[in-house]
């Protein structure tokens, strides 16, 4: 059974940072997609950055470029998201996602969604 477990979020004024974390079980770190997406009340979800290793890709939402950046450590199961420059409509609930195995490249993954989902971690960037 594949599990998810984020955590990092939390309350942080204008231009702070966050680091969110997954904690990734029942699948397999080599061969998987896995990403985060964010709601915002009101708001469609939308992913924010995947990872695929079907093409070895990873894909930012084209806003998020340069402040969000993506990472994995396989040996712990783990994606991490290191969000800067933090700004008011980057609150949200984030979310972790996954599938296994990785058919799609990470953009579609991020456009179109995983499989598996775990419970939501909220940000909430105060002005």
């Known amino acids: 059974e594949v599990q998810l477990q984020a955590s990092g979020g939390g309350l942080v004024q204008t231009g702070g940072s966050l680091r969110l974390s997954c904690a990734a079980s029942g699948f397999t770190f080599h061969d998987y997609a896995i990403g985060w997406f964010r709601q915002a009340p009101g708001k469609e979800r939308e992913g924010v950055s995947c990872?695929?290793?079907?093409?070895?890709?990873?894909y930012y939402e084209e806003s998020l470029k340069g402040r969000f950046t993506i990472s994995s450590d396989n040996a712990k199961n783990t994606v991490y998201l290191q969000m800067n420059g933090l700004k008011p409509e980057d609150t949200a609930v984030y979310y972790c996602?996954?599938?296994?195995?990785?058919?799609?490249?990470?953009?579609?993954?991020?456009?179109?969604?995983?499989?598996?989902w775990g419970k939501g971690t909220l940000v909430t960037v105060s002005s």
């Open positions: 990872i695929s290793s079907a093409d070895g890709s990873t």
């Open positions: 996602a996954a599938d296994s195995p990785s058919q799609w490249s990470s953009e579609y993954y991020c456009l179109y969604g995983m499989d598996h």
